[in-house]
């Protein structure tokens, strides 16, 4: 399975002109660059811009979708809208959603819902909170997450679904999870998977790593944590850095 790496712009950057300039330094530099899967999740604005001949190269993701198809919800985007624009992945239940937007783990649950009925793959993001982590709730955090995110989720459905394991701590704070924290909480998520499915759905269950991902780190995440790929927040907004972290995940 080729490592998958994901960029997470966020809400970066400020105009147009300089996220052509990103994407464009970026497909250059993955040009010769063989066995890695490579996502770019700009803000929706930028996406209709995205060169949709370069999608064998660099496919194209979204940051989040609205729980229905279409109708009167203002500055909603629907998972239609996504697929139509050439989107094949869309990131849902981020921390920064959570936390900012109030998203409960019943919301996420509509929006993995509809995002897997338009035939989108949903990176699915757990993580507990530097709270949870110290009073040992982490695993439980985790359980609760998952349950519920992916209730009445069938087996067939759940194949096209990729699990984004972020602890929130972790999240720009330039204090990145170590590789054997990672790699336990990524075996907790494929046992968890196993009981709600089973061991064969769980062994084929691409977990990926998001939390201060940079060069220096990404391989370890992949090769000792033995983490399916990453989800890259601010490194992912350097060219360079991005490039970096492809080449050193490259099999």
Not at 108 to 115: E, R
Not at 152 to 174: Q, R
Not at 182 to 192: D, E, F, R
Not at 207 to 212: A, D, E, K, M
Request: charged share 30%; hydrophobic share 40%.
């Amino acid at each position: 399975m080729k490592p998958l790496i994901v960029a997470n712009w966020k809400m970066n950057p400020t105009t147009l002109a300089e996220a052509k300039r990103l994407s464009d330094l970026i497909k250059k530099g993955i040009k010769r660059i063989r066995n890695v899967e490579v996502v770019i999740c700009p803000p929706f604005i930028y996406l209709a811009t995205s060169d949709k001949r370069q999608a064998t190269k660099i496919k194209l993701g979204a940051q989040d979708c609205f729980w229905e198809e279409k109708g009167a919800f203002t500055g909603g985007i629907s998972p239609k809208m996504l697929k139509n624009l050439g989107c094949e992945y869309v990131i849902l239940g981020h921390s920064e959603r959570r936390r900012y937007f109030s998203e409960t783990d019943e919301m996420i649950n509509k929006k993995i819902k509809v995002a897997l009925k338009a035939k989108l793959k949903p990176i699915f993001c757990i993580g507990e909170t530097e709270e949870e982590r110290n009073r040992e709730e982490a695993q439980n955090v985790l359980k609760i997450q998952i349950k519920k995110g992916l209730a009445k989720i069938s087996k067939k459905e759940i194949k096209n679904l990729i699990f984004a394991y972020e602890p929130v701590w972790a999240i720009g704070t330039s204090n990145p999870c170590d590789q054997s924290t990672a790699q336990t909480m990524s075996l907790l998520i494929k046992k968890i998977i196993s009981q709600l499915y089973n061991r064969n759905i769980a062994r084929n269950t691409r977990v990926l790593y998001g939390g201060s991902v940079n060069s220096e780190n990404a391989r370890n995440y992949i090769k000792e944590a033995r983490m399916d790929g990453l989800l890259v927040g601010g490194a992912s907004l350097d060219a360079q850095e991005f490039i970096k972290i492809i080449e050193t995940v490259s099999p």
